[in-house]
């Protein structure tokens, strides 16, 4: 059973960075692609971030490009989220996903599974 536990979210001011993690359990996910997403309050959730396990290549939305960066490390099975120079309208709670293949894909429904969410929120 694979299982997705994000970890690192809380307040922030604006500016500043965290980095969240999601360390990932069931099997081996060489052949997965692992996704960041996040969702506002009253919003739908969106793509933020994503990378091929396999080949570390990596996607980004537009609206944190050049601010976010992911990263997985596979001897922990890890797939980390930093996030730098946050602003207000990053609040939201983030989820870490898995897409039981390799291609990228932004849409939600695209992927297997999910975890519980970490609550970030960076004040003005």
């Known amino acids: 059973q694979v299982q997705l536990v994000e970890s690192g979210g809380g307040l922030v001011q604006a500016g500043g960075s965290l980095r969240l993690s999601c360390a990932a359990s069931?099997?081996?996910?060489?052949?997965?692609?692992m996704g960041w997403f996040r969702q506002a309050p009253g919003k739908e959730r969106e793509f933020v971030a994503g990378?091929?396990?396999?080949?570390?290549?990596?996607a980004y939305a537009d609206s944190v490009k050049g601010r976010f960066t992911i990263s997985r490390d596979s001897a922990k099975n890890t797939v980390y989220l930093q996030m730098n120079r946050l602003k207000p309208e990053d609040t939201a709670v983030y989820y870490c996903?898995?897409?039981?293949?390799?291609?990228?894909?932004?849409?939600?429904?695209?992927?297997?599974?999910w975890g519980q969410g970490t609550q970030v929120f960076v004040s003005s």
């Open positions: 069931g099997r081996s996910f060489s052949s997965y692609y």
């Open positions: 990378i091929r396990w396999s080949s570390i290549a990596t």
């Open positions: 996903a898995a897409r039981t293949s390799p291609t990228l894909v932004r849409q939600r429904n695209e992927y297997d599974y």
